[in-house]
Structures are given as C-alpha cells and as structure tokens.
C-alpha cells in the first residue's frame, strides 16, 4: 500500500494543461538584471519535475550584462564563486502558449533560494518584495506600461554586418497616429495585436508614433506583478514576431540625436480589491489624499531610484528638452510634459502616469521603483505641497533638472536609504555595481563622434 504522505501534492491545472498539450517541450525563461530573458526548452519529463522542485539555471544570469560580459565588480555572485547553478521556480501563474512559436506551452521563473525563499538579485522577486509590503499596507497595485519603439528593416546579421551604422527605417517621415503608415506593414501590424492577445499579453492601444518607423503599443492594465509579466513578454515578443517580417524592433531610449526618443511611461493606481483608491469625489481635482501622498512620494524621492528606470548610457540621451521626456520630477493635470501626469475625473479611470522611464527599462525593475517611491510617500504620510506646472514646465523653474548621466544616478542610489529600505541592501549593492560597470565600459569606448569630431583635427 503507498504512504500517501510521500506522494507529491497534485499538479497545479497549468501544468497539467502543459503536460497534457501533446508538446514534447515548455519553452521556460527568466529575467536578467537588464530585462533581458534568458531561457531554455525543458522536456516535458524534466519540466514535470521542474514545475514540482525548480531548476537549475547558472546564476552567470545575474552576474553579465546584455553582452554576455562578467561584471568583474559584483559581491554575491562572479568568478571568485565559479559561477554555480542557482534554483529557479516556475510560477504556473504565468502560463501561455506561444502563438509564433508552434503554441508551444510558456512559463516564467524567478530565482529562489535553496530553501525557497526569495533570492535577492532576481528582479521579479525585488518587485514581489515591494508588493508583498503594499499588500502589508491594504493595497492592491494596478498598474499599465506604455512603450514607444522604432523599428527596422534589418536582422541581427544585417546589422552585424553593418557595424552598428545607418539602421533603416521601416517607413519615413514623422506620421503619428497615421492609418496611412499603419497600412504600410499591415501584417506586422496586425501580428502584434492579434498574436500578442493569444500570448496573453493583450493590447490595449497600437499606433504609429511620431518619427519614422516608430509604434506606441499600451498593455491592458492589470495588477502590478502580472503587468510586468507582460511588459516583458511583450518587449521580447515583438522581436520574435518582427523576425518573420524581417523587421527588427528596438527600444532603445534614444537611436538618433534629431529624433524623439522611446518612452515607458507607467500608469499605477491603488486599490482595497473594490474601489479606486486614488479617487475622491469630494475633492476639487478628484484626487484623494492618498493619491496626494503617493504622487509626493514620487516627486520627492523617484530620483533616489533613476537607474531603475534609466539604467543605460544611452537612457539620458533621451532627457533633452523639446522632445516630450520629462526633464524635472514635476506634476501637472493631464500634462504631458510633467515627469508625473494626473488623470483624474472617474472612479474608474483616475490614475498617475509616471512620464520618467524609457522603453529601454527593465519592467520588474522600473515598477518596483515608481510603487515604492509612491508608497513611501504614503508611508510617511507626505503631504503634496508644489502646485502642478501649466504648460511646458512653467512652475517647476526652481525645480532641479535630473541628471545626465548613470553615474551620477548610480551614486545616488548608492546612497539612498529609501531604495536601500524598499529594495534591500544585497540588491543595491549589487544593481549599483552593475551600473558601474556599464559606465566602465561606455568610458573605455571610442565612438564614432570622437572620430568624426577629432580624427582629422586636433
């Protein structure tokens, strides 16, 4: 007779579902500090096991940057550790099947501990830590990402061979909100809104932009975490669906100096799993004064976390007036030229829009940022004392302009005893030398705008 106390508990229906979908694989990923995913193709016999005990997946993830360089400055993982497997756990939550990829089943991961608790540099659990603190204080995240991409006509031997030069457009000319650019790549077009629906990602909004080449795609709202489950999914799905097009999608923040730059503007609003927190019809702007206290949270300490959503050498390229990037933490009623837009009007639509992050963010890591400087705020029980700006700034003259730079963010970080409070020290020490290490490597290269401004002259 079996011990049905040694007997594994039943399968979660997800997993079931996979096991049962006749695939022979599961295609897994997880995310890496960047935003980039990194996965595999498990068997259905190792996927099984996986889904009931975790995998082992090399912790190398959390310790390279997008080019596979080891950080030679990091403290809990790098070379002096050899690199060894770490445990990753595969969340059923997340299930899908991916439609351009012969709806093989798909699931996210986030590394774990080997007793299971939350490892400390995965970024799906630094933004897990966040929210399991909001749910401390009654709230329920909600929350909706918006992204600006150009997009290409090359693949990634095309433009290997092209060295980095001249990527080309897949339509010219500025034509935003354009049916006529639109009509031009209308497979594409509709690949991206129909497919990325089966991926369950689905679409809110998808337009052209304003410069050539340009789509804004906004993601249906939804509670934080699954919100940046589907923001990354979809950063990464539409490179895999433009392959088949022979389009190569970026979301770089800024690829040209005389054209706009690629947002990622994140939408939030709290809610006690009934109403819209943020709403208060008795008050003149219909904002309650939660909303007040988490939008002065933000104004007052979203800085403190800048590498979390402007986290390349390139993401302060995009901070240049006159081209829609917000370049000072200020707030305004409906004004898209404050860093932090209000929309407020209904219970069901009032909500801040944080204008800061570009499309070049990793999402776990960016919301993590915006919700615990907002939460901060309401913590503290901060008051919102600056009036909101009216047109183009006018208000914030004495508010102080962001950085420029990653090193300068880096520091501030470093030193912030919020994000060291909200993130954990082991994730700030780590975050920041990773940044470090990207400004290294942007100091160390020579440029095309060093060549051509002193190669013949000095």
């Known amino acids: 007779m079996n011990d049905s106390s040694m007997a594994h508990p039943p399968l979660h229906p997800a997993v079931a579902a996979a096991l049962e979908s006749g695939s022979t694989k599961v295609k897994v990923a997880v995310s890496d500090v960047d935003g980039i995913l990194r996965g595999k193709y498990l068997h259905r016999d190792k996927f099984k096991s996986a889904a009931e005990s975790g995998f082992s997946f090399c912790d190398v993830v959390l310790g390279w940057d997008a080019h596979d360089h080891c950080y030679d400055n990091t403290r809990l993982t790098g070379w002096q550790h050899g690199y060894p497997d770490a445990l990753v756990r595969i969340d059923p939550g997340t299930a899908r099947q991916v439609p351009w990829d012969r709806q093989v089943p798909f699931f996210l991961g986030e590394f774990v501990n080997p007793d299971g608790s939350p490892h400390a540099l995965c970024p799906r659990q630094t933004l897990k830590r966040v929210l399991k603190r909001a749910e401390k204080l009654g709230f329920t995240v909600l929350a909706g990402m918006e ?149 002065a949270g933000q104004i007052g300490f979203l800085m403190e976390f800048a590498p979390l959503f402007w986290p390349t050498i390139n993401s302060y390229k995009r901070l240049v007036d006159g081209f829609w990037a917000p370049v000072k933490p200020s707030w305004g009623m409906d004004n898209r030229t404050a860093s932090f837009r209000v929309i407020a009007g ?40 600056a009036p909101p700006i009216t047109g183009t700034n006018q208000g914030a003259e004495n508010v102080a302009r962001a950085p420029r730079t990653l090193i300068e963010t880096t520091r501030v970080l470093q030193h912030s005893r919020v994000a060291h409070d909200w993130l954990g020290d082991a994730f700030v020490e780590h975050f920041a030398a990773t940044r470090e290490w990207e400004w290294r490597q942007w100091l160390d290269g020579v440029t095309d705008w060093e060549l051509k401004r002193y190669l013949e002259i000095v």
């Open 147 to 295: 992204f600006e991409w150009f997009n290409f006509k090359e693949s990634a031997q095309s433009w290997a061979a092209k060295q980095g030069v001249g990527p080309e457009p897949i339509t010219p000319g500025m034509f935003g909100y354009s049916l006529l650019r639109m009509a031009d790549n209308p497979d594409f077009f509709n690949a991206l809104m129909d497919e990325m629906a089966a991926f369950d990602v689905p679409i809110e909004g998808l337009h052209t932009e304003t410069g050539p080449g340009v789509y804004e795609a906004a993601i249906s709202f939804s509670e934080a975490l699954a919100q940046a489950d589907r923001a990354i999914l979809f950063k990464t799905g539409a490179r895999e669906i433009g392959k088949r097009f022979g389009i190569m999608p970026s979301f770089m923040a800024k690829w040209n100096q005389a054209l706009p730059g690629c947002s990622g503007h994140i939408h939030q609003s709290l809610s006690d799993g009934q109403r819209n927190l943020f709403f208060d019809a008795s008050s003149e702007r219909k904002m309650s004064p939660l909303f007040e206290s988490y939008l």
């Open 346 to 385: 209904s219970p069901k639509a009032t909500r801040l829009e944080t204008r800061c992050p570009g499309a070049d963010i990793n999402p776990y890591l960016a919301l993590a940022a915006v919700i615990a400087a907002g939460l901060h705020g309401v913590e503290q029980g901060l008051k919102l004392s």
